[in-house]
Nanobody
Framework: QVQLVESGGGLVQAGGSLRLSCAASGRTFSGYTMGWFRQAPGKEREFVAALSSTGDYTYYPDSVKGRFTISRDNTKNTVYLQMNSLKPEDTAVYYC?????????????????WGQGTQVTVSS
């Protein structure tokens, strides 16, 4: 079992930056592929970023590529999402998630563990 707790959300103006953190506890964090998803009201959960267990591989959708960066510190059992050049359409609840392998990372139903989410609001 892995427990995930997100933090770092908040209100920011368009063009600004935020860094989200996701702290993991339980089983060995370093063995998991980590992902970030987001969900806006009335919309489906959307893939944002994924990072392999070793940090060698990343994957982003076009909507955030070049603006968002996922990283991890396995010594701190933490994964991060650096978000730059934020847009109002980035407003959502952001979730981190963990899975065993770096395959099918963009599908939310492939993930085994989820955090409770943190709200990000971008004002125009």
């Amino acid at each position: 079992q892995v427990q995930l707790v997100e933090s770092g959300g908040g209100l920011v103006q368009a063009g600004g930056s935020l860094r989200l953190s996701c702290a993991a506890s339980g089983r060995t964090f370093s063995g998991y592929t980590m992902g970030w998803f987001r969900q806006a009201p009335g919309k489906e959960r959307e893939f944002v970023a994924a990072l392999s267990s070793t940090g060698d591989y990343t994957y982003y959708p076009d909507s955030v590529k070049g603006r968002f960066t996922i990283s991890r510190d396995n010594t701190k059992n933490t994964v991060y999402l650096q978000m730059n050049s934020l847009k109002p359409e980035d407003t959502a609840v952001y979730y981190c998630a963990a899975k065993n392998y770096f395959s099918g990372v963009s599908r939310y139903n492939n993930y085994n563990y989820w955090g409770q989410g943190t709200q990000v609001t971008v004002s125009s």
